[in-house]
């Protein structure tokens, strides 16, 4: 992108430093506003779909057997 990418790679290696030597680190790193977008888009899409079927999903559990 010659200089006109929105990330900077210096603040991105920064970034990721502070990341490794974070005392709890992110199971995902995102690096720039772009990454975080599509991130957002993609788990509302999820987020969407979970709704839509998470009946027929729980519906797979045995039945709960009473205790006593």
Do not use: I
């Not at 680190?25 to 990454?35: E, K, Q």
């Not at 797979?60 to 006593?68: A, C, I, Q, R």
């Amino acid at each position: 992108h010659k200089g006109k990418q929105a990330g900077d790679p210096a603040r991105g290696a920064r970034a990721m430093v502070d990341m490794v030597y974070s005392d709890e680190p992110p199971l995902h790193f995102l690096l720039g506003s772009d990454a975080v977008a599509r991130t957002q888009a993609m788990l509302g899409e999820m987020q969407a779909e979970l709704k839509k079927w998470e009946s027929v999903a729980v519906s797979t559990d045995y039945e709960k057997v009473p205790v006593g």
